[in-house]
T-cell receptor, first 114, second 116 residues
Framework: AQKITQTQPGMFVQEKEAVTLDCTYD???????LFWYKQPSSGEMIFLIY??????QNATEGRYSLNFQKARKSANLVISASQLGDSAMYFC???????????FGQGTELSVKP | GAVVSQHPSWVICKSGTSVKIECRSL??????MFWYRQFPKQSLMLMAT?????????EQGVEKDKFLINHASLTLSTLTVTSAHPEDSSFYIC????????????FGPGTRLTVL
């Protein structure tokens, strides 16, 4: 069975500082993908970044980077230079070989302080 | 990125009525769509996988007779909540994946259902 765990219900960060949101996973699939989504109060799910299990390098997308440690089964999201607009719920998700469905973690509510 | 739309964005209905939610992929074809529900301050829980031209695959614990899914075309999947009750009040979100070989998965804006 697949499982995604986010252990930080809430996080605070000062504007312009970097923040790391934790995500660990468990799967028996040899090939899988890891995703991070942002969900503002409006409810829409915004795709941030993707990491494939066989990717050699950590994924980066602008201010977002994914710290992928395969042996530890962790896929932490790093947001650099936080902005007030980054305040939102952040979800880590995994897709294995089970029909392409995404399984989500519990989410982390990030609050950026001015 | 690809666009997925949902209609309606919100709906209020009386207990016992049925509500249909549409999910459309606007600029791509989606052979597979996914339906999630989300309670306040909680994560997205997968309800079912909708496959074009075939029956949906429901997750364990999801009543297939209550949540009817029809994926009639490559751009449209519908979720019908039958005989809705207050406990069905939730945020329903659909998702579609681009063709196999692509990693992206895009979500609709969600539908907020309130059952009185």
């Amino acid at each position: 069975a697949q499982k995604i765990t986010q252990t930080q219900p809430g996080m605070f960060v000062q504007e312009k500082e970097a923040v790391t949101l934790d995500c660990t996973y468990d799967t028996s699939d040899p090939s899988y993908g890891l995703f991070w989504y942002k969900q503002p109060s409006s409810g829409e799910m915004i795709f941030l970044i993707y990491q494939g299990s066989y990717d050699q390098q950590n994924a980066t997308e602008g201010r977002y980077s994914l710290n992928f440690q395969k042996a530890r089964k962790s896929a932490n999201l790093v947001i650099s230079a936080s902005q007030l607009g980054d305040s939102a719920m952040y979800f880590c998700a995994m897709r294995g070989n089970q029909g392409g469905k995404l399984i989500f973690g519990q989410g982390t509510e990030l609050s950026v302080k001015p | 990125g690809a666009v997925v739309s949902q209609h309606p964005s919100w709906v209020i209905c009386k207990s016992g009525t049925s509500v249909k939610i549409e999910c459309r992929s606007l600029d791509f074809q989606a052979t597979t769509m996914f339906w999630y529900r989300q309670f306040p301050k909680q994560s997205l829980m997968l309800m079912a996988t909708s496959n074009e031209g075939s029956k949906a695959t429901y997750e364990q614990g999801v009543e297939k007779d209550k949540f009817l899914i029809n994926h009639a075309s490559l751009t449209l999947s519908t979720l019908t909540v039958t005989s809705a009750h207050p406990e069905d009040s939730s945020f329903y979100i659909c998702s579609a994946r681009l063709s196999s070989g692509r990693n992206e998965q895009f979500f609709g804006p969600g539908t907020r259902l309130t059952v009185l």
